[in-house]
Nanobody, 117 residues
Framework: QVQLVESGGGLVQPGGSLRLSCAAS????????MGWYRQAPGKERELVAG???????NYGDFVKGRFTISRDNAKKMVYLQMHSLNPEDTALYYC???????????WGQGTQVTVSS
């Protein structure tokens, strides 16, 4: 059984920062890509950031240099450092991990990020 556990969400004022973490555990031994998605009420889930096993990153257009994704392969963890948060960033943030063999996507339960004054 595989578990992805996110942490680090919370309430932050506009302009503030948060760091999200996601830890993968269980029977997952061949992690390829890792990433973060988000879903706001009434909207579709969208990619925030992704990172390959080799460290190549990609970001959603809305990120505009404000977020940084990183990973620790030995610890099976992925991080999302977020700066300059605004109310439009309010959403449930999900961790996503792709295991290469077998080819399976895993999702976490999500961590809430709320940006409000």
């Amino acid at each position: 059984q595989v578990q992805l556990v996110e942490s680090g969400g919370g309430l932050v004022q506009p302009g503030g920062s948060l760091r999200l973490s996601c830890a993968a555990s269980g029977s997952i031994f061949d992690i390829n890509a890792m990433g973060w998605y988000r879903q706001a009420p009434g909207k579709e889930r969208e990619l925030v950031a992704g990172i390959t096993r080799g460290g190549v990153t990609n970001y959603g257009d809305f990120v505009k240099g404000r977020f940084t994704i990183s990973r620790d392969n030995a610890k099976k963890m992925v991080y999302l450092q977020m700066h300059s948060l605004n109310p439009e960033d309010t959403a449930l943030y999900y961790c996503n991990v792709l295991n290469r063999i077998p080819f399976i996507y895993y999702w976490g339960q999500g961590t809430q990020v709320t940006v409000s004054s």
